[in-house]
């Protein structure tokens, strides 16, 4: 399986929103409404931020959220605080219950 | 509470097997709906999903990988664990396991190990 396609970077100022998009194939993200967001601050292990396109576990900042339409998902965070500068990564369902990964988005907060 | 750790070698020769273990508490691989997967991180790059192993034992892995990989699993122990063959420079990555819920998406990571590959 191939992995889904993010921008390498995206940069916002505090208070602004930035949407990170996620591009997949009908096999994954178009076929399923399993995506899920992660978190990774450097030397860390990921946190999920968004699973099943839109759900937020608890705990996660309602800044946070998910949407997807056709083969294609976004994480938008709104209010963006300097603690979100991070890298971020889509992830997918996919057939035969495996998973896919995205390429990973670097965050700056401006 | 839900905990997941990594152990194995930090470093293997080129062409050797990498066996890693992943020690869970906090749940059971024997109860319905629980999944362990393997991630590998290498430096400065995505991250790649490996296998999975299912509460009935059912196994997945990666299209690329699967002919390198096989997991298992030790219920009473609560261990999951790995074997990659052949391992190359390119194998030099974090390991990651972490629990996974049956529609992919993991709520727990284990801190992750270093492997590096090397003569």
């Known amino acids: 399986q191939s992995a889904l396609t993010q921008p390498a970077s995206v940069s916002g100022s505090p208070g602004q929103s930035i949407t990170i998009s996620c591009t997949g194939t009908?096999?994954?993200?178009?076929?399923?409404?399993?995506v899920s967001w992660y978190q990774q601050h450097p030397g860390k292990a990921p946190k999920v931020m968004i699973h099943d396109v839109t759900d937020r576990p608890s705990g996660v900042s309602n800044r946070f959220s998910g949407s997807k339409s056709g083969n294609t998902a976004s994480l938008t965070i709104s209010g963006l605080q300097a603690e979100d500068e991070a890298d971020y990564y889509c992830s997918s369902y996919t057939s035969g219950r495996r998973t896919v990964f995205g390429g990973g988005t670097k965050l700056t907060v401006l | 509470q839900v905990t997941l750790r990594e152990s194995g070698p930090a470093l293997v020769k080129p062409t050797q097997t990498l066996t890693l273990t992943c020690t869970f508490s906090g749940f059971s691989l024997s109860t319905s709906g629980m999944c362990v997967s393997w991630i590998r991180q290498p430096p400065g790059k995505a991250l790649e999903w490996l296998a999975r192993i299912d509460w009935d034992d059912d196994k997945y892995y990666s299209t690329s990988l699967k002919t390198r990989l096989t997991i298992s699993k030790d219920t009473s122990k609560n261990q999951v664990v790995l074997t990659m063959t052949n391992m190359g420079p390119v194998d030099t990555a974090t390991y990651y396991c972490?629990?996974?819920?049956?529609?992919?998406?993991?709520?727990?990571w284990g801190q992750g190990t270093l492997v590096t590959v090397s003569s």
């Open positions: 972490a629990r996974i819920r049956s529609s992919g998406w993991i709520d727990y």
């Open positions: 009908s096999s994954d993200i178009g076929g399923y409404n399993y």
